[in-house]
């Protein structure tokens, strides 16, 4: 297995803000990071799951059938 080399990051890196959040600051706005505005969108789910529902809900019944036709 390969040796994993770590990155070394310097001090003024960590410590030095992002030009987002100083023009933010400077402006006297609030930053909103791009993680909480652009989250996943999970509304096609519900119907998704319903959908699945209602297909194996149809095919139990057409076994329960079969089963008393054969």
């Given at each position: ?11 003024e ?26 989250g ?31």
């Amino acid at each position: 297995m390969a040796k994993k080399n770590k990155r070394q990051v310097s001090k003024e890196t960590l410590l030095s803000p992002s030009p987002a959040v100083e023009s933010a600051a400077i402006s006297g706005r609030s930053v909103r990071t791009a993680e909480r505005d652009a989250g996943p969108d999970y509304s096609y789910v519900a119907s998704d799951l319903r959908r699945i529902g209602v297909i194996a809900g149809s095919l139990l019944v057409v076994l329960v059938v079969l089963s008393f036709i054969l």
